[in-house]
């Protein structure tokens, strides 16, 4: 199970995927509670009283601030060019870069 975690995520060794699965989560949970913080500094929490409207909002919030974070993140771990490569492969996918 963990060997094709491994070979899923392209990492040298366990100890790699652990890491890789640590700048994960930091960078998902960070991303949720910066996006909740900027809904309501902004004061759109309740300005938006249509709910669904607001759950779009939010989406497209965290996965713009997760981008950014993943990468901040990944650098301070020294995991920078694994996951620029990560980020590249998603741009692509989106067509904002070739």
């Known amino acids: 199970m963990i ?5 899923k995520f392209k990492a040298n060794s366990i100890q790699h995927l652990f890491v890789i699965l640590i700048i994960f989560a ?5 991303s ?3 996006s909740s913080q900027i809904l309501i500094a902004l004061g759109l929490e309740k300005l938006i009283t249509f709910y669904p409207l607001y759950i779009f909002v939010r989406i497209i919030l965290i ?12 650098s301070l771990f ?4 694994y996951f ?15």
């Not at 930091?26 to 960070?30: I, K, P, Q």
């Not at 996965?63 to 990944?74: S, V, W």
């Not at 620029?84 to 070739?98: C, G, H, M, N, P």
């Open 63 to 74: 996965i713009l601030i997760y981008q950014f974070i993943l990468i901040t993140i990944a």
């Open 26 to 30: 930091l960078s998902g949970s960070s």
């Open 78 to 81: 020294g995991e920078f060019d």
């Open 3 to 7: 060997q094709i975690l491994i070979n």
């Open 84 to 98: 620029w490569k990560f980020e590249k492969k998603f741009l692509q996918r989106l067509r904002i870069i070739k």
């Open 32 to 34: 949720l509670f910066i």
